[in-house]
C-alpha cells in the first residue's frame, strides 16, 4: 500500500520546527527555573532562545507558504468525523499558537528594552520600549503570557503525539508515515 506523504518540504519543515521548540521549551524552563538569574549561562541561554524564536518564526512563515502551495494529503478514510474536526483543530492550535507565543516573545523583549537579536543581526523594534501601560507592567504581562501558551503548546504537542501513536498501535493506520523522511530509493 502507498502511503500519501506530506511535500519534502513540508516534512523537513515540520521536523525542523519540532526539534526547535523542544529546545525553546527546555531552554526556557532551565532559564526560568534551573539557571541563576543573569548569570553567564542564563544570558547565553537567553540569547539561544530568541535567536532560535526567531528562527522558528521565519520557519513558521516558510510552513504556512508550504501549506498555500501543496495541501496536506487527505486522513485516512477510516478516522472518525469526532477525529477529524479533532486533527483539524489541532493542527490550526499548532500553527496559531507558535505565532502568538512568539509574538508576545517578541514583545516582552521589546517592551524590556533588551531588543530582538538573531544570532547578532539586530532585528527591527516591533514594540516600544514601555514599561507599563494603564498600571500593567508590560514586560512581565507579555512574560507570563509567553509562558502559558507555551504550556498550553506543549500540551497540544503532547496531544498530537498522542494521536498519532493511538493511530498507529490501535486503530493501525499509520499517520506518522506521512510525515516521515526516508533516504532510501523507493524500489
Not at 36 to 64: M, N
Not at 142 to 158: C, E, P, Q, R
Request: a neutral charge; one cysteine or more; aromatic letters at 10%.
Amino acid at each position: 500500500m502507498t502511503v500519501e506523504k506530506y511535500s519534502l518540504a513540508a516534512r523537513l519543515v515540520h521536523w525542523v520546527m519540532a526539534l526547535g521548540f523542544i529546545f525553546m521549551w527546555s531552554c526556557g524552563y532551565a532559564m526560568t527555573t534551573l539557571i541563576e538569574e543573569d548569570s553567564a549561562l542564563e544570558e547565553l541561554l537567553f540569547r539561544l532562545h530568541i535567536s532560535t524564536g526567531v528562527t522558528l518564526l521565519f520557519l513558521l512563515l516558510l510552513r504556512i507558504a508550504i501549506r498555500f502551495m501543496r495541501a496536506p494529503p487527505p486522513l485516512p478514510g477510516t478516522i472518525s468525523g469526532l477525529e477529524r474536526v479533532g486533527a483539524h483543530a489541532g493542527h490550526a492550535a499548532l500553527y496559531l499558537l507558535p505565532a502568538l507565543i512568539i509574538g508576545i516573545g517578541w514583545a516582552e523583549t521589546d517592551f524590556g528594552g533588551h531588543g530582538v537579536v538573531w544570532f547578532a543581526v539586530d532585528m527591527p523594534k516591533v514594540f516600544p520600549t514601555l514599561e507599563t501601560l494603564a498600571g500593567f507592567n508590560l514586560e512581565e504581562l507579555t512574560a507570563t503570557l509567553h509562558k502559558w501558551l507555551a504550556y498550553t503548546m506543549l500540551g497540544v504537542a503532547v496531544v498530537h503525539v498522542a494521536a498519532v501513536a493511538k493511530h498507529r498501535w490501535i486503530d493501525r493506520h499509520d499517520v506518522l508515515q506521512r510525515m516521515t523522511i526516508s533516504w532510501r530509493k523507493a524500489t
